[in-house]
């Protein structure tokens, strides 16, 4: 990628959150202790406990980590994912005694996924959008062989997931690749307006070869709009969350025609 197309990926991406449909004192108090973080190194160690920052990067619940173990604790090695559990998560415990976040198993089940409805040419390059604080990318960067894992986010969440992850011995970039086999969004996507969306869009998902989106938008004449735009482009199927909240939301997983 030249320097000139990078320069726009770059400017994409900068701090500018009107497009964002989350409420303006949230997002301060969110980036607020993100900054604190790359910094200082007490608040890094419990950022993820912080009510600040899980205020826009919600930890799951023991509820949904139980549900989660017993689908995934004889389909992959557990213990090599609790690693993501530095930085003062919060331990859930099975009847089993093992003890791993919930957090975790959600990027699990996410693996799980992925893994079942998708094939990949060796090695991946994945683009995820909106990035949290890398423990997908590290969860995923354990199963899969990544050529390159590219974080999409606001500039200072990129360099938090980009610090995470450089402790957890994880490579990624901040450059989209030339060929993406597979987008990612969990909820980031369907959190912005409907022209955020359509930026995204073009920039990112039409070029992608995969596509994987988990989604909060429950507006019916939004979700179906965007539906219409990704059939355009797109083979796929909608299921709803596993497990099931008060909330409907779905998962959207694609390949491209």
Not at 145 to 172: E, F, H, R, W
Request: negative net charge.
């Amino acid at each position: 990628m030249d320097d000139e197309t990078y320069s726009y990926y770059m400017d994409f991406v900068k701090k500018d959150t009107t497009d964002w449909l989350v409420d303006d004192s949230i997002i301060n108090n969110y980036l607020a202790v993100v900054e604190e973080a790359l910094t200082n190194e007490e608040t890094f160690s419990k950022f993820k406990s912080d009510s600040r920052y899980a205020s826009i990067v919600g930890m799951s619940d023991e509820n949904q980590a139980t549900m989660w173990y017993k689908s995934l604790k004889h389909k992959f090695p557990l213990p090599l994912f609790t690693r993501n559990d530095v930085c003062g998560a919060s331990l859930w415990e099975s009847d089993d005694h093992f003890k791993i976040s919930a957090n975790t198993l959600h990027y699990a089940w996410t693996l799980k996924e992925i893994d079942e409805y998708f094939y990949f040419p060796n090695p991946i390059n994945i683009l995820e959008l909106g990035v949290g604080y890398g423990g997908l990318c590290f969860v995923l960067s354990n199963f899969f062989p990544i050529g390159s894992y590219c974080l999409i986010d606001l500039p200072v969440v990129q360099k938090l997931a980009q610090k995470y992850l450089s402790k957890l011995n994880i490579q990624t970039t901040l450059e989209p690749p030339d060929r993406i086999d597979l987008f990612i969004s969990e909820f980031c996507l369907s959190e912005f307006t409907d022209y955020k969306i359509d930026e995204f869009y073009d920039l990112y998902i039409r070029n992608a070869n995969n596509i994987y989106l988990q989604m909060n938008l429950h507006n019916e004449s939004r979700k179906q709009r965007f539906l219409r735009k990704l059939s355009k482009d797109f083979s796929y199927e909608v299921s709803d969350e596993f497990p099931k909240n008060p909330w409907p939301n779905y998962v959207i997983r694609g390949k491209h025609v």
